[in-house]
């Protein structure tokens, strides 16, 4: 059972301190806090973890400071969709809104090479209006003797520019708590020109069921994160011939209705090409017009102003001069999506009429 606590609820309060000596005395059940703090208010949620079937929906919402109370329904408690949970599908992050409802596009580099091309590609982006990148500081590699990108070493000009062109979110994987730290100490050394969205990879392969990674992420959210994305990036199949990986972007909708999680996809990652078919249109544009038909909210995708030139997967990027066509194209298939949202709308009111 989750407790979700009046706006602005404090620690120090009366009425919260009645609700914890209530939660300590019940049998069998410990209760885990957690605190979201907005720009204009705080949201407090208490998650009963236990013997909670006995437990009355309507005696805990008369508690006090008690504003609604939810029942777990499904297996993932924090990030999970429940019976009757009206929380947020969204939230937002340095002034830009990641949820269910929309779609932001980050296009970058898959490993950051150098400045120039660095400001070549926000340049691009920002004369698209695009106010999201990818840029790979730290890249693990399945060999060690490959490139392992430049590290912290090019964190301060990545920031610096990224400031320069607008540009509010960088996504950027990392592998150990120490990038996170080395992160963070970029940001303040350069003033918090713009954010970083960490990237935590996790390969799907044969033995990896969808469920396992939800629960990944639930992992992530019970330690007191709940502002997740979830990422497909194919799965790692021999059944994925011709491509890199195979495209597993059906599960766009099946997470969105486990979860309450926005659903990124990443067709360079799975293609691993830029091979096209005989109508013209490559490999990753069509892959990236399923995800974004199927309901997909974020589109991690590579490019590089000199793709011969770059320092990881050089063959799967795209140009520059392809990036207001990708941009159209994903346009297309997003107002798609939303015409199909508005006719299974009038579907469900002619059966209700019905």
């Given at each position: 059972?989750?407790?979700?606590?009046?706006?602005?609820?404090?620690?120090?309060s009366?009425?919260?301190r009645?609700?914890m000596?209530y939660?300590?005395?019940?049998?069998?059940?410990?209760a885990?806090?957690?605190?979201?703090?907005?720009?204009?208010?705080?949201?407090?949620?208490?998650?009963?973890?236990?013997?909670?079937?006995?437990?009355?929906?309507?005696?805990?919402?008369?508690?006090?400071?008690?504003?609604r109370?939810?029942?777990?329904?499904?297996?993932y408690?924090?990030?999970g969709?429940?019976?009757?949970?009206?929380?947020?599908?969204?939230?937002?992050?340095?002034?830009v809104?990641?949820?269910?409802?929309?779609?932001n596009?980050?296009?970058?580099?898959?490993?950051?090479s150098?400045?120039?091309?660095?400001?070549?590609?926000?340049?691009?982006?920002?004369?698209?209006g695009?106010?999201?990148?990818?840029?790979?500081?730290?890249?693990?590699?399945t060999?060690?003797?490959?490139?392992?990108?430049?590290?912290?070493?090019?964190?301060?000009?990545?920031?610096?520019?990224?400031?320069?062109?607008?540009?509010?979110?960088?996504?950027m994987?990392?592998?150990?708590?120490?990038?996170?730290?080395?992160?963070?100490?970029?940001?303040?050394?350069?003033?918090?020109?713009?954010?970083?969205?960490?990237?935590?990879?996790?390969?799907?392969?044969?033995?990896?069921?969808?469920?396992?990674s939800?629960?990944?992420?639930?992992?992530?959210?019970?330690?007191?994160?709940?502002?997740?994305?979830?990422?497909?990036?194919?799965?790692?199949?021999?059944?994925?011939?011709?491509?890199?990986n195979?495209?597993d972007?059906?599960?766009?909708p099946?997470?969105?209705?486990?979860?309450?999680?926005?659903?990124?996809?990443?067709?360079?990652?799975?293609v691993?090409?830029?091979?096209?078919?005989?109508?013209?249109?490559?490999?990753?544009?069509?892959?990236?017009?399923?995800?974004?038909?199927?309901?997909?909210?974020?589109?991690?995708?590579?490019?590089?102003?000199e793709?011969g030139?770059?320092?990881?997967?050089?063959?799967?990027?795209?140009?520059?001069?392809?990036?207001?066509?990708?941009?159209?194209?994903?346009?297309?298939?997003?107002?798609?999506?939303?015409?199909?949202?508005?006719?299974?709308?009038?579907?469900?009111?002619?059966?209700?009429?019905?």
């Open positions: 059972m989750i407790l979700i606590l009046a706006p602005d609820t404090e620690r120090s009366d009425e919260f009645q609700l000596a939660l300590d005395k019940l049998p069998n059940i410990q885990r806090l957690h605190e979201e703090f907005g720009a204009q208010q705080s949201l407090t949620e208490i998650y009963l973890i236990g013997d909670t079937a006995t437990l009355s929906i309507h005696e805990m919402e008369a508690l006090p400071a008690v504003e109370a939810v029942k777990v329904s499904q297996e408690r924090v990030l969709r429940h019976r009757d949970d009206q929380r947020s599908t969204h939230f937002d992050y340095n002034g809104r990641f949820g269910q409802d929309n779609l596009v980050f296009a970058g580099l898959c490993a950051v150098n400045p120039e091309h660095v400001e070549g590609m926000l340049r691009a982006l920002q004369a698209q695009q106010v999201c990148t990818r840029m790979g500081a730290y890249k693990p590699r060999s060690p003797y490959a490139f392992q990108g430049h590290g912290k070493a090019c964190l301060p000009y990545v920031f610096e520019l990224a400031g320069k062109y607008g540009i509010k979110v960088i996504a994987e990392v592998t150990h708590e120490s990038h996170v730290e080395e992160i963070h100490s970029a940001l303040e050394q350069t003033g918090n020109p713009t954010g970083v969205m960490l990237q935590i990879g996790l390969k799907r392969g044969f033995g990896i069921t969808l469920e396992e939800l629960n990944a992420a639930e992992y992530l959210a019970s330690e007191g994160n709940r502002r997740v994305v979830f990422g497909l990036r194919g799965m790692k199949t021999n059944m994925g011939d011709p491509h890199r195979l495209v972007f059906a599960h766009v099946v997470v969105k209705r486990l979860t309450r999680m926005p659903v990124c996809i990443d067709p360079s990652h799975s691993g090409t830029r091979d096209r078919g005989p109508d013209g249109i490559l490999d990753v544009f069509q892959v990236t017009a399923q995800g974004v038909v199927a309901g997909a909210n974020m589109i991690l995708v590579d490019f590089h102003p793709p030139k770059a320092l990881v997967d050089g063959p799967q990027a795209l140009r520059l001069d392809e990036l207001e066509y990708f941009l159209e194209d994903v346009r297309m298939a997003r107002e798609t999506y939303e015409a199909r949202v508005k006719l299974a709308s009038r579907h469900e009111i002619s059966e209700v009429n019905e």
